[in-house]
């Protein structure tokens, strides 16, 4: 019985640490990543005098 209550812990911790990941990390590597690309997109549409 201790085996059973050990896994189900220890699902709960592994699904805990998934949804941190997908929450947390990957949305502030698309908060700082996401303003290089969108700097990137917005200087290669203007228009320079001259040319």
Do not use: C, Q, W
Not at 5 to 18: E, P, S
Not at 26 to 51: C, F, L, M, Q
């Amino acid at each position: 019985m201790h085996k059973v209550i050990l896994t189900v812990v220890a699902g709960f911790l592994a699904a805990g640490l998934i949804e941190f990941y997908k929450t947390f990390i990957s949305g502030a590597d698309e908060a700082i990543n996401g303003g290089y690309n969108n700097r990137g997109g917005i200087s290669n549409s203007v228009t320079h005098p001259g040319n």
